[in-house]
């Protein structure tokens, strides 16, 4: 399978909001069997759509630390339908935003509401670093980046280095 080219940052499609989408057909199972490709090469937890040029509500995930086991899911439309008023700050990084990391304020745990890659609508219950994830990916299909949620000053630190890497 070939691998797809991850879209990096300041690339202005990482700021468009993706399309949920409506037919599982041939060419979004190939898109999500190179999604799950590119992300295990770039040694990734997450992918969305959008991170290899494609504005569709899909998201790949694997925090299985094994590399012998994989566990990936694959999430359609995700939508979180739950979210704890607990919150949590951790580190955080995008294989769209290479080098750099910041403290993220998360909410500890979310229900998720998804197809899978039948078709079929399911929920998870994510805690931990699957929570953190999948906030990060949803965020990604909304136009949204780890970064937003980092101050001002950290933020304008980032962009501005993040601009001369394209000159
Ligand atoms: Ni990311």
Do not use: W
Not at 53 to 67: A, E
Not at 71 to 96: A, D, M, W, Y
């Amino acid at each position: 399978m070939p691998l797809k080219k991850i879209v990096k940052a300041p690339n202005v499609i990482l700021r468009k909001s993706s399309k949920p989408v409506k037919n599982i057909d041939e060419s979004v199972k190939n898109l999500i069997q190179d999604m799950l490709d590119t992300m295990y090469n770039a040694s990734g937890i997450g992918l969305a759509a959008v991170q290899v040029g494609i504005l569709s509500r899909i998201v790949v995930i694997d925090t299985s630390k094994d590399d012998n086991k994989k566990n990936p899911i694959v999430f359609i439309n995700p939508k979180i339908i739950n979210k704890s008023k607990k919150t949590v700050t951790n580190e955080e990084g995008c294989l769209s935003i290479p080098g750099y990391y910041g403290e993220v304020e998360r909410h500890d745990t979310c229900e998720i509401e998804y197809e899978d890659i039948s078709g079929f609508k399911k929920t998870i219950d994510a805690d931990g670093i699957l929570s953190r994830c999948i906030q990060h990916e949803i965020d990604h299909c909304n136009g949204v980046l780890f970064i937003d949620h980092l101050s001002k000053l950290k933020r304008d630190i980032i962009e501005k280095k993040l601009k001369k890497n394209i000159k």
